[in-house]
């Protein structure tokens, strides 16, 4: 059956390091991965986006690579504030004909960044 | 440009009714998807509506039916409600115009149901 996996444990890191967090996922083929970012109470914000052809995209302090081989997409953020505590989410789009809009995503990370 | 709006933002109801939920997109968007957010299942696709017509549907019962209007406005109903039915629901509109393209989708601030 088709799975995505986020680290389901909190990722504790202290201000100033570099955050990964890691998505892994099998029986897809997507064509673009991409990261949201949800807070307490809140819908989830769009981050950054993956084509399956890229290797890595980068925005500011915010890093995404992605191996269709590994199937897997690590998400790094350098120089972690406080400000970027928050539930980090993966999501695969197989772009299928039959399958508009129909984004999977895994269950999320919670990063907390302690000052 | 405003963002997507969603109502109510909260709402209690008990076992057996039913209940309506209601999106607007962002002007321009013609893409609406709604998504069940539960604390054990993660984000669950709905259903995705375009230009008035489902392209889309995901594992839900029949109980969760939706339409969209000629505005891009869409609603999602779910009847006879069980307790299961509690969650976050959540609609994201989308620039998508067709496929091969993902776009992003910029999410509302949800709808949060607790069933009784």
């Known amino acids: 059956s088709q799975k995505i996996e986020q680290n389901s444990e909190a990722l504790n890191i202290q201000e100033g390091k570099t955050a990964t967090l890691t998505c892994n996922y099998t029986n897809y083929s997507p064509a673009y991965l991409q990261w949201y970012r949800q807070d307490p109470g809140r819908g989830p914000v769009f981050l950054l986006l993956i084509r399956e052809n890229e290797k890595e995209k980068r925005k500011e302090r915010l890093k995404v690579t992605f191996d269709t081989t590994l199937k897997q997409s690590l998400f790094h953020i350098t120089a972690s504030q406080p400000a970027d505590s928050a539930t980090y989410l993966c999501a695969l789009d197989t772009c299928d004909l039959d399958n508009f809009n129909k984004f999977y995503f895994g269950s999320g990370t919670k990063l907390n960044v302690k000052p | 440009k405003a963002g997507v709006t969603q109502t109510p933002r909260y709402l209690i109801k008990t076992r057996g009714q039913q209940v309506t939920l209601s999106c607007s997109p962002i002007s321009g968007h013609r893409s609406v998807s709604w998504y069940q957010q539960t604390p054990g299942q993660g984000l669950q696709f709905l259903f995705e509506?375009?230009?008035?017509?489902?392209?889309n549907k995901g594992n839900f019962p029949g109980r969760f039916s939706g339409r969209q209007f000629s505005n891009s406005r869409s609603e999602m109903n779910v009847s006879t409600l069980e307790l299961g039915d509690s969650a976050l629901y959540l609609c994201?509109?989308?620039?998508?115009?067709?496929?091969?393209?993902?776009?992003?989708?910029?999410f509302g601030e949800g709808s949060r149901l607790t069933v009784l």
């Open positions: 994201a509109s989308s620039p998508r115009p067709d496929r091969g393209y993902p776009g992003e989708l910029f």
């Open positions: 509506y375009f230009s008035e017509t489902q392209r």
